[in-house]
Nanobody
């Protein structure tokens, strides 16, 4: 059974840092395309990064480029999102998603983890 579980969400102050985790089971992350998404209240879900497991390519949305870093621990089948220089606009529920090939829609989703940036 394919499952994605996010964790690490918390409340942090502006300028702070946080690392989210996305643990996968039922499939090998390195063989899939894995993305981080977020959805703020009243807004559509936004894709903030995508990692192509087969070749290690990582893309970032302009809104997070230079502040957020994606990494993967293949031994743990877990992907991480290191977030630095957080600001209130980063407040959202963060999700990870997976799809078997880059050209397909995301078919597997985690339950999400809340990140709140406020003083």
């Amino acid at each position: 059974q394919v499952q994605l579980v996010e964790s690490g969400g918390a409340q942090v102050q502006p300028g702070g840092s946080l690392t989210l985790s996305c643990a996968a089971s039922g499939f090998v992350m390195a063989h899939y395309a894995i993305g981080w998404f977020r959805q703020a209240p009243g807004k559509e879900r936004e894709k903030i990064s995508c990692m192509i497991g087969s070749d290690g390519t990582i893309e970032y949305a302009e809104s997070v480029k230079g502040r957020f870093t994606v990494s993967i621990d293949n031994a743990k089948n877990t992907m991480y999102l290191q977030m630095n220089s957080l600001n209130p606009e980063d407040t959202a529920v963060y999700y990870c998603g997976a799809k078997k090939e880059p050209g397909l829609p995301y078919s597997y989703w985690g339950q999400g983890t809340q990140v709140t940036v406020s003083s």
